[in-house]
T-cell receptor, first 113, second 110 residues
Framework: GAGVSQSPSNKVTEKGKDVELRCDPISGHTALYWYRQSLGQGLEFLIYFQGNSAPDKSGLPSDRFSAERTGGSVSTLTIQRTQQEDSAVYLC???????????FGSGTRLTVV | KNEVEQSPQNLTAQEGEFITINCSYSVGISALHWLQQHPGGGIVSLFMLSSGKKKHGRLIATINIQEKHSSLHITASHPRDSAVYICAVSRGGSQGNLIFGKGTKLSVKP
């Protein structure tokens, strides 16, 4: 696509439920990144994909968080048993072969109530 | 102490003023990034630097590797430049594993 597309744009979920966030990167971008922006916390790195593999998942905050990428394209970030502290804007970005020049999506605002 | 520090946290300027935002970091890096986040939340990548200076329109970014310092300059500022400017560094190995500064909120008044 022309840009990085994320869905849903907003998600309100009850504590304890699982959520899936989707990122559709720019066509041809092999590198894909997930970040989180919490209120008052700034941006933090979650996970990096090169193709379908994740060479760096060091930013995932707990084992409730997982992500996958299939076909070198769409990625899904899954949060199991959501907690209130998971409330944040989840941002996806992609780049060509991990060479920087990131293009960011508009984010998914997750609210856990 | 944060690994990436930005100053100032907030900046108000009059249209036409020359603006400087500073970023200092304390870790070894492979590249430094300047990002712009508009009030609606969208983030745009402005620059990626590993040395020297880059210019794009009215924006100029410089980096001094020895001093671990970078500056973002905006010449002839305009109200549409109002945004949060974020400095981020990537360490060797994983390009996407960025460490972010807390951002500088810029407001340019007409």
């Amino acid at each position: 696509g022309a840009g990085v597309s994320q869905s849903p744009s907003n998600k309100v979920t009850e504590k304890g439920k699982d959520v899936e966030l989707r990122c559709d990167p720019i066509s041809g971008h092999t590198a894909l990144y997930w970040y989180r922006q919490s209120l008052g916390q700034g941006l933090e790195f979650l996970i990096y994909f090169q193709g379908n593999s994740a060479p760096d998942k060091s930013g995932l905050p707990s084992d409730r968080f997982s992500a996958e990428r299939t076909g070198g394209s769409v990625s899904t970030l899954t949060i199991q048993r959501t907690q209130q502290e998971d409330s944040a804007v989840y941002l996806c970005a992609s780049s060509l072969r991990g060479a920087g020049g990131y293009t960011f999506g508009s984010g998914t605002r997750l609210t856990v109530v | 102490k944060n690994e990436v520090e930005q100053s100032p946290q907030n900046l108000t300027a009059q249209e036409g003023e020359f603006i400087t935002i500073n970023c200092s970091y304390s870790v070894g890096i492979s590249a430094l990034h300047w990002l712009q986040q508009h009030p609606g939340g969208g983030i745009v990548s402005l620059f990626m630097l590993s040395s020297g200076k880059k210019k794009h329109g009215r924006l100029i970014a410089t980096i001094n590797i020895q001093e671990k310092h970078s500056s973002l300059h905006i010449t002839a500022s305009h109200p549409r430049d109002s945004a949060v400017y974020i400095c981020a560094v990537s360490r060797g190995g994983s390009q996407g594993n960025l460490i972010f500064g807390k951002g500088t909120k810029l407001s340019v008044k007409p």
